[in-house]
């Protein structure tokens, strides 16, 4: 009987982290002026920010393949690779820079240092922003349920809903990941982070 109160116990410590969400953006309302990214005037365009070594980011590009194909045509989207100072060249270029590569209508960007990312505020990996083609923000968060979450979420229903409605009832979710950069250890170097306690 001990043993199954202990994989309770395990259970409910992993499902914990699994739902504790990371920093979601300040996102700027408007698209900022300083930014080089390029932004599609006749369209909407999705912008991500991923940490490349995130592994529970994988359903984050999951989930960004789906909506992608389901409004096919009608978005855009560029996900930003963030990659911090003093990493080995092509640290950035893991299984999901090649996963995002292949999406179509998805365009791939290192963005050394998050400076890219930092216009836009973002701080957890998995972060996902929607601006119209007017470039005014219409959703700010996460398109996954929790942490590592293949399937349905109230980001992606409220991403689509927008593409297809122009509203949604929740512009804002919460993210969940990895911090993008943490200047505190080398984890985000290494590619040792996202373990559960």
């Given amino acids: 009987m001990m043993w199954a109160g202990a994989i309770s116990a395990g259970m409910s410590v992993l499902w914990g982290y699994e739902a504790k969400a990371g920093k979601a953006a300040d996102a700027p309302v ?86 890219e990312a930092a216009l836009f505020n973002a701080a957890t990996s998995g972060q996902t922003m929607l601006y119209g083609k007017d470039g005014k923000l219409l959703f700010s968060g996460g398109i996954t349920a929790a942490r590592g979450h293949f399937g349905d979420s109230t980001g992606q229903a409220a991403i689509s809903s927008l593409l297809t409605n122009e509203s949604a009832e929740y512009p804002y979710t919460p993210v969940y990941g990895c911090p993008l950069l943490d200047d505190e250890s080398d984890h985000n170097k290494q590619g040792h982070i996202c373990k559960a306690p």
């Fill in 30 to 115: 408007q698209w900022p002026i300083k930014s080089n990214l390029e932004r599609p005037t006749n369209r909407a365009l999705l912008l991500v920010a991923i940490h490349p070594h995130c592994p529970c980011s994988r359903a984050a590009i999951g989930e960004l393949s789906r909506l992608m194909t389901r409004h096919a045509g009608h978005v855009r989207a560029q996900v930003l690779f963030v990659k911090p100072i003093g990493v080995p060249i092509d640290w950035e270029k893991t299984d999901l820079w090649q996963s995002a590569s292949v999406i179509p209508g998805v365009q791939v960007k290192c963005d050394p240092n998050g400076e």
